[in-house]
């Protein structure tokens, strides 16, 4: 399986990954793909995930998420989908998930500057 699934009450959404989504979701974000995650606690960010992965448009992505959250469905949740996506797509190996996850904690613990 090359792509993931997010389910939306009984319907379930594919989040697909090729080459071309996955350029034309770096164009989108103006970075790689893994530094896009480091994001991807931003609305913003995910729904352009959520664009490219379901091959849909950005106004629809929005619509999707805020359906998503209606039927129970959470922000963290949702990158967790789009992660297995890429991962699945080839695009993110498990050890590059990891390093972002931990960079992203360290990120979250550093003391706010003055």
């Known amino acids: 399986m090359n792509c993931s ?30 530094a896009g995650l480091s994001k991807s606690d931003r609305v913003s960010v995910a729904a352009k995930y959520l664009s490219r992965g379901a091959d849909i448009s950005l106004d629809e992505a929005y619509g999707l998420y ?3 959250v ?19 797509g080839g695009f993110l190996s498990k050890a590059a998930i990891k390093a972002a ?11 706010p500057r003055d």
């Not at 997010?6 to 989504?21: D, H, M, P, S």
């Not at 209606?70 to 699945?88: A, D, H, K, R, Y």
């Open 5 to 34: 699934y997010l389910k939306i009450g009984e319907k379930n959404v594919e989040l697909k990954f090729t080459a071309r989504r996955a350029a034309a979701l770096e164009a989108d974000l103006g970075e790689g793909l893994l």
């Open 66 to 68: 805020d359906e998503y």
């Open 70 to 88: 209606e039927s129970g469905g959470t922000l963290e949740e949702l990158n967790e989908v789009i992660v297995e996506g890429l991962q699945n």
């Open 101 to 111: 996850e931990e960079l992203k904690n360290r990120l979250e613990k550093k003391p």
